[in-house]
């Protein structure tokens, strides 16, 4: 597991590293601009020449050092900078007088003639930008991206992108690699941001773990030594040890969202997978997946009742799978959220049925795990799509903490969002998963992670992350176009 920051986080982590534990700025600087500095070395090879752009920041201050350094490892280097110096941070200043005595060339951008350099070190702005880019400092930026550079090396952050949520505030610098100090920035963790950011480099700048550990809840994401927190596999045991998984959905012509959901469920480990679905559908699903147990229903005809028994019954519901937007989808998910007393992932079309019928979510309980992707969470939210998108992380806290539950905000980076703060940036999976069908694998996986005992926060979560390792393995095995969701389940 590793730890993923704001930028306004990493500012108070900086404070507190000079302010109160002592480390001088310029320490923490000088480790910063070496790390920077080897990449751009390894890049530009041998006396490659290499141009730093420079804001009137420290971002910037570690341009001008990295270039220093640079220059002693044999590179032909020149800084460009925007803005008066005379405006800058002290450590701005000291960095530019250094470069000064030893003769490295200075200049402002509109004074300078652009030419092809082998590495472009973007140092204009770090983890405080949050309004867009314009005038002057648009201007530079548009200027930087039209530079023939072989290589681009940001400084902790490409220029433009927001730290806090990966936004593209105006005009940005595409990077090759960039090299952050500390921690992984939530923005470069996080769409468009990290589509910006190319391979990244997390280098120790000598920040002490207390500083961090101050924050209280950070955001995380797994990797591959997190799989240990899946449930154990004990060899005394039965069905019944995994757990019970109820599959709600499937209306006619549509039994292959259920069928996917089971699948992950029993791939995921679960002991028992029942499905819950109209009586066309029985030949279909039973023919595709005999280990299911189906309970079919005539239309018109779902009792109470037996919904009420099955639900008892489950270690876990997921409820919404290809069940329709009619009425008999939105009582069917009255039914099973007012009757569950064990997990429930709603889903899909159980989703819509709350979007449709704000009175629902007063089922809402603290065992309620959602799924949606942004164009369903727009729904939910009765907000423009874009809204969500501009802000994944802070749309699924907060729909999170306002009704208790956890919120799985489906993306290209997908983010978890528990009822108690924590957030959660995926960071694996691929484009190949980018078909039908790959939402209903998911809402299987974290049901049977559900009903093998998980907590909903942690299910959701590790859930997410499986999910996407059986995407990048189908993938392999496949090639990037060819997956399709039953390869998601069959590579879990």
Excluded at 179 to 184: A, I, K, L, M, S
Excluded at 316 to 327: A, F, H, M, R
Aim: glycine share 12%.
């Amino acid at each position: 597991m590793r730890y993923l920051v704001r930028g306004t986080q990493m500012k108070e982590i900086d404070r507190y590293t000079i302010e109160e534990i002592g480390i001088p700025s310029l320490v923490l600087m000088e480790r910063a601009a070496l790390a920077v500095a080897h990449e751009a070395h390894l890049a530009a090879g041998p006396y490659g020449r290499i141009l730093a752009a420079a804001g009137l920041g420290n971002n910037g201050a570690d341009a001008v050092a990295a270039a220093r350094m640079l220059k002693e490892m044999g590179h032909p280097v020149s800084v460009i900078l925007v803005g008066d110096p005379g405006r800058g941070t002290p450590e701005l200043k000291l960095q530019l007088s250094i470069a000064e005595k030893l003769d490295i060339p200075v200049e402002t951008f509109r004074d300078f003639i652009p030419g092809p350099c082998q590495v472009l070190v973007d140092g204009v702005f770090g983890v405080g930008l949050n309004r867009p880019v314009t005038g002057v400092y648009g201007d530079f930026l548009r200027f930087l991206g039209e530079i023939q550079a072989d290589t681009v090396v940001a400084v902790d952050v490409p220029s433009g992108v927001s730290s806090e949520t990966g936004a593209i505030l105006g005009p940005a610098l595409r990077a090759d690699v960039t090299v952050t100090f500390g921690y992984e920035k939530l923005g470069t963790a996080l769409y468009p941001g990290k589509d910006y950011r190319g391979r990244l480099v997390v280098a120790d700048a000598g920040f002490p773990a207390e500083a961090a550990s101050r924050l209280g809840d950070l955001a995380f994401t797994y990797e591959k030594e997190d799989l240990s927190r899946l449930p154990a596999r004990p060899a005394y045991s039965n069905k019944g040890t995994f757990g019970k998984v109820l599959i709600a959905g499937g209306r006619k012509n549509m039994a292959g969202a259920a069928y996917l959901a089971a699948l992950a469920a029993y791939r995921t480990g679960a002991g028992l997978v029942k499905i819950l679905t109209p009586e066309p559908n029985r030949e279909i699903l039973q023919t595709l997946l005999p280990e299911a147990v189906l309970v079919p229903w005539e239309e018109g005809n779902l009792r109470e009742e037996v919904v009420e028994q099955l639900c008892r019954e489950a270690s876990s519901v997921v409820l919404g799978p290809g069940l329709g937007q009619d009425e008999m989808a939105r009582d069917l998910v009255r039914m099973v959220l007012s009757s569950a007393c064990s997990p429930v992932v709603l889903d899909a079309d159980g989703l819509n049925a709350v979007a449709a019928c704000g009175d629902l979510t007063r089922y809402y309980t603290e065992n309620i795990v959602i799924t949606p992707h942004v164009l369903e969470m727009a729904r939910l939210l009765g907000a423009p799509a874009g809204e969500v998108q501009r802000d994944l992380a802070g749309t699924a806290l907060d729909y999170a903490g306002r009704f208790g539950i956890t919120c799985v905000l489906k993306d290209a980076a997908t983010v978890v969002a528990g009822r108690d703060g924590s957030l959660y940036v995926n960071s694996s999976g691929c484009s190949a998963m980018a078909k039908g069908g790959s939402g209903d694998v998911l809402a299987g996986v974290i049901g049977s992670l559900l009903a093998q005992g998980m907590e909903e926060e942690q299910a959701a979560a590790l859930g997410v992350y499986l999910h996407g390792l059986a995407g990048e393995r189908a993938a392999e095995a496949l090639g990037c176009r060819a997956v399709l969701a039953r390869d998601l389940a069959n590579h879990l």
